[in-house]
């Protein structure tokens, strides 16, 4: 059962220390799980895992390709690795690696892409990937993700050792937005309705989650009502989240930190092409580099802001 809390606010503990702390907790019970890293032990948090399970942890270097080949090779051994760089390495740099000898394989291997799009920030255009979650689209069979929030961070990990397959988890190092009450249940593959609405609907996922409910409620002072979808599962999508969408409230935005090109925004209206009709409009990046600025900064800078989805839901709205 999903809980949404009652005011929005920022997490007590970065993701980072809830991945690295919900990993070593699984590691107790579970002798197959391993973790591997770019040299970024300390920007992920995995420092804690390395010393409390010095054999079950492998520094790489900064060889990215080489890092999911080891991966792929343990997991043809049984084991279930967990291998975490800066999400364009994570993806871009390493993807015939992650085509082939993952996906093509067949195995059994966890990717963790941290500080997604404009997360990256200072790190600048080099570092900032609004072509990862296109990429991983891709790869037959694999399940891309991007946790809203800790509650569905550690559910997420737990699900992703259950799951027999290529996994990329889009994460966020810093603190995220609490949206979730702890006790809250989720279903992969499922979108979590956060809002309900009967005018539009928007559908979000990562730090975009936070921008539409805020865009919800300025949406409400103007007499329209929004129905907000937390799609943090990106592929497998929710279709039929999305067409009922579309039959109910007619008018679809979708919010990405992500390059429209390839992203939530494209997988959406295949779904409306081939099921139904409602009026598309999509908030993300619109075919450009990334570059270097605060999170604030490249929000306005790239129209990832909570006016930007009124904006872009007015435009919906106009074409019903």
């Known amino acids: 059962m999903i809980k949404v809390v009652d005011k929005i606010d920022n997490e007590p503990i970065e993701m ?10 699984l590691a107790k019970d579970n002798e197959d799980i391993v973790a591997l890293d770019a040299d970024l032990m300390s920007s ?11 054999d079950r942890f492998i520094n790489c270097g900064i060889q990215e390709a080489n890092m999911v080949g080891v991966a792929a ?12 760089t800066f999400a364009p390495f994570a993806t871009r740099r390493a993807y015939d690696q992650l085509f082939l000898s993952v996906g093509y394989a067949g195995l059994n291997v966890k990717v963790v892409g941290s500080d997604p799009g404009i997360m990256a920030q200072l790190n600048g255009g080099t570092h900032m990937p609004f072509e990862d979650v296109g990429l991983m689209r891709l790869i037959p ?3 891309v993700v991007e946790p809203t929030d800790n509650t569905v961070l550690k559910y997420v990990i737990k699900e992703a050792v259950k799951t027999y397959g290529l996994f990329y988890i889009r994460l966020s190092r810093k603190k ?10 989720f279903s992969l593959g499922k979108a979590n309705l956060l809002r309900e609405g009967k005018d539009v609907t928007i559908i979000a996922y990562g730090i975009m989650v936070k921008e539409a409910l805020l865009a919800a409620d300025k949406l409400k002072e103007q007499g329209i009502s929004a129905r907000v979808l937390d799609m943090y599962t990106i592929k497998p999508l929710d279709n039929d989240a999305v067409i009922k969408a579309a039959k109910e409230t007619g008018a679809i935005v979708t919010a990405e930190n992500h390059n429209i090109i390839g992203g939530l925004g494209e997988a959406v209206a295949s779904v409306l092409a081939e099921n139904t009709y409602a009026p598309l409009e999509m ?3 619109n075919d450009r580099f990334g570059k270097v600025g605060t999170q604030e ?9 909570s006016d930007d989805i009124v904006t872009k839901v007015t435009k919906a709205l106009k074409r019903k």
């Open 283 to 285: 908030v993300g990046v």
């Open 73 to 84: 090779g343990m997991s043809a051994t049984g084991k279930i690795p967990f291998a975490h």
């Open 44 to 54: 992920i948090g995995m420092k804690e895992f390395a010393k409390t399970y010095p």
């Open 16 to 25: 980072r220390k809830v991945y690295a702390a919900t990993l070593i907790e």
């Open 176 to 185: 995220s937005t609490k949206i979730y009450e702890e006790d809250s249940t």
């Open 141 to 143: 069979g694999a399940v």
């Open 297 to 305: 900064y490249l929000a306005k800078e790239f129209n990832l802001t």
